[in-house]
């Protein structure tokens, strides 16, 4: 039996999706943080568990074939990136691998990703940044990004996934908060000001948004931010306040006032123009969600006169790019402000054939399967946590001729494709498209045929 501070050396032959290299020692199993697979180490027990335990790396022996150079100071301890230290492709392959054992191992589904799609561009493509605003020890501001599992800020003024420029704009925040006696919000005892700094900027547009996440109602002297702030970028076309004054994990509260400029900006997604407001959701690789989308477009082989559906729609990307080759697109998605959005960018794409509800997607799908309505094709967008089952139950009356699922959770994916597997849709086609390199995350694309007359 192993003990603690035990050396062994080891192989790592896996990698798990929070970033841990796995290695066996006589067929039990160690997780190692900081390794890559094919890595030989000389490793020191940290824990022993009844089922598996951790191990730290006190030496690379023979390093991995996919080992590459880290170029980021706080990779492992941002709770961000879980692949600075190994190249792109083996990133790629051990992703569709983790898609490929959750559809065996959870949906039990005898299909396997035909390729895995990488992102256009493997840094500086994130879109949007939500950034902590905290306090360093002398009771500065401080900018940065949570530990894992944890909210303890880890000061980084340029994250290597997002433009440059993201990092000038904080700067010019932390500038205008010491300068203006701005206090940062702390979580424990609820006092000061600011929470989060929310960058967004739209890839096509060159459209900037600054939205400062505020625990009041009003931030004192906005004047000399607003200043500040289109000094330092000249394409900033919104500056707004969002106030949220509840505690707890949630960074956006409900209510956003315009400071400067517009209350949204506007990007270009798949030739069609797109209004995105704070709240409203959106893809944050513009490239990647491009390339998403396309394939989505591929699975749903839409025919003239086809009825689409589009579930959890957010402000109405995936239908909107695809809705010149539809009959008619329906949208459902349930925040309010989005729906405005996605009802807005049909209006001025002059898409005419698109409606939008603002629903539950499940008691949407209940209400339009109950009114007999028959879409050719259904796409569901879910969150991470996946479909409601009332959206599977109505699936059997609406019953599609196909349904594509997209997920950014390939684990729900494929519980609810074996859900609807049960009810006669089979997966025909699963791709995986990497929307988020160096990080954890992966995107799914699955085409699910209606196999049985329900
Ligand atoms: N398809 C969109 C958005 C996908 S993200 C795109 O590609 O941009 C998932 C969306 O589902 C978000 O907009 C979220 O607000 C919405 N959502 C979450 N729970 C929902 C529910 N129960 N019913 C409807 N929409 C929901």
Redesign the pocket.
Same mark, same amino acid.
């Given at each position: 039996m192993l003990k603690k501070n035990d050396i062994l050396t080891l192989t790592v032959t896996d990698l798990t999706n929070e970033g841990m290299g796995v290695a066996k020692h006589e067929g039990y199993v160690l997780f190692i943080p900081k390794t890559a697979v094919g890595d030989v180490i000389r490793a020191r027990v940290l824990k022993v568990l009844s089922s598996h335990g951790f191990a730290k790396c006190e030496e690379i022996l023979t390093p991995s074939p996919d080992r590459q150079d880290v170029d980021c100071p706080v990779f492992t301890k941002c709770g961000g990136c879980l692949f600075r230290h190994i190249r792109y492709d083996a990133e790629l392959a051990i992703k569709k691998s983790w898609v490929d054992e959750h559809f065996r191992r959870i949906g039990k589904l005898d299909i396997a990703c035909d390729t895995i799609i990488p992102s256009p561009a493997e840094n500086g493509y994130r879109n949007k940044a939500q950034i902590p605003c905290g306090e360093d020890k002398e009771g500065n501001p401080s900018f940065g990004f949570f530990a894992p599992h944890s909210h303890r800020i880890i000061p980084c003024d340029h994250c290597r996934l997002q433009p440059d420029f993201y990092a000038d704009i904080t700067r010019t925040v932390e500038a205008w908060m010491k300068e203006c006696a701005v206090r940062p919000y702390n979580e424990e005892t609820r006092k000061g000001t600011l929470r989060h700094l929310f960058i967004r900027d739209g890839r096509v547009s060159g459209e900037v948004m600054v939205c400062l996440v505020s625990n009041s109602e009003k931030l004192p002297h906005t004047d000399i931010l607003v200043k500040k702030l289109l000094q330092t970028n000249p394409k900033i076309a919104s500056i707004v306040l969002n106030v949220n004054k509840k505690p707890g994990n949630e960074i956006l509260g409900g209510k956003c006032v315009t400071l400067w400029g517009k209350p949204s900006i506007r990007d270009t997604l798949c030739g069609v123009s797109f209004d995105i407001s704070p709240l409203s959701? $959106?893809?944050v690789n513009h490239d990647g *969600?491009e390339v998403l989308y396309r394939t989505a477009a591929e699975f749903a082989a839409l025919s003239e006169g086809d009825t689409l559906l =589009?579930? $959890?729609?957010? /402000?109405g990307?995936?239908g909107l790019s695809m809705a010149n080759k539809a009959g008619k697109l329906i949208g /459902?998605? /349930?925040?309010p402000a *989005?729906v405005e959005n996605a009802k807005e960018n049909a209006k001025r794409n002059g898409i005419a054939n698109a409606e939008f509800i603002c *629903? =539950?997607?499940?008691e949407a799908a209940t209400k339009l399967a109950a009114e007999n309505m028959k879409p050719d094709v259904v796409i569901v967008?879910?969150?991470r946590k996946g479909c409601?089952e009332d959206v599977i139950e109505a699936m059997k009356t609406l019953s599609p001729k196909r349904i594509v699922m /997209?997920s950014c959770n390939s684990a729900t994916a494929a519980r609810d494709c074996a859900r609807l597997s049960e009810i006669g849709y089979m997966p025909t086609k699963l791709r995986a498209v990497d929307m988020f390199p160096r990080t954890g995350h992966v995107e799914t694309v699955v085409c699910l045929k209606r196999c049985l007359d329900n």
């Open positions: 959701f $959106y893809q *969600a =589009d579930l $959890y729609c957010g /402000v990307t995936i /459902v998605e /349930v925040i *989005a *629903a =539950d997607a499940g967008d879910p969150p409601g /997209v």
